[in-house]
């Protein structure tokens, strides 16, 4: 376990592949890791109606959804024996195609961080309040809900 | 008492507003609802879930100040 503070989770705008890039390569000094395993949530431009999401906007209740992350990233810390974890999910507008939500586990052994990446990100999905209002190409919108 | 309550996602679109500070006397987070509901028609229908300070609490939960949030269903990831 550790007991570090809730991080603040959330960046705004879309995750970018050189933040992913740059986030792999600063693991290399970490020797003692065998495996990593990354999950890239992205939107997807979505046919409703005969109308296209061209984008989710994405709001959170954002201490209660970090305090939830900490929650799920300490349950994973006691659960699987993994050598670090980041989380970042994205705030405000992400473009179809885009990145909003990047998980990145590493441990000794591959076996663990499969478990370990699926349990964190049906964690998310399920108890982080976030909160995403699908844009349409004709700015019409609904709201999205995770099942 | 004072509460804040927080409104987020389709639930804005009921209430027009993120958050507001209302003067209450009632005991249960269901009174609360219910002044709510008078309030904003159109949040009786809505679903969702309420914290109480950050945690999920049932609706006879006992209102203990501070901070009431009413939350749609997730979206995240």
């Known amino acids: ?147 | 008492m004072t509460i804040t309550i927080k409104y987020f996602g389709l639930l804005t679109e009921a209430t027009q507003c993120h958050e507001e500070s209302i003067n209450f006397s009632g005991v249960l987070v269901s009174e609360l609802l219910e002044n709510l509901f008078s309030k904003y028609p159109a949040l009786k229908h809505k679903n969702f879930q309420v914290a109480q300070n950050q945690v999920l609490v049932p609706v006879n939960t006992k209102l203990s100040g501070n901070e009431i949030a009413l939350l749609p269903p997730y979206a995240g990831g």
């Open chain 1, 1 to 147: 376990m550790t007991n570090k503070k809730p991080k603040n989770v959330f960046r705004q705008g879309a995750i970018s592949s050189e933040f992913i890039g740059d986030s792999i390569a600063k693991h290399q000094t970490k020797t003692s890791i065998g495996a990593h395993n990354i999950f890239l949530g992205q939107v997807r431009a979505d046919e409703i109606d005969g109308k296209t999401v061209s984008a989710i906007e994405y709001t959170a209740y954002e201490d209660m959804a970090n305090a939830k992350f900490h929650e799920i990233r300490e349950a994973a810390f006691a659960k699987f024996n993994l050598t670090c974890m980041h989380i970042y999910h994205s705030l405000g507008t992400v473009k179809a195609g885009e990145i909003c939500l990047f998980v990145f586990v590493s441990s000794p052994r591959r076996k663990v961080v499969f478990e370990a990446l699926e349990f964190i990100v049906e964690a998310i999905k399920s108890e982080v309040p976030v909160f995403g209002k699908e844009v349409f190409e004709d700015n019409t919108h609904q709201w999205k809900v995770n099942n």
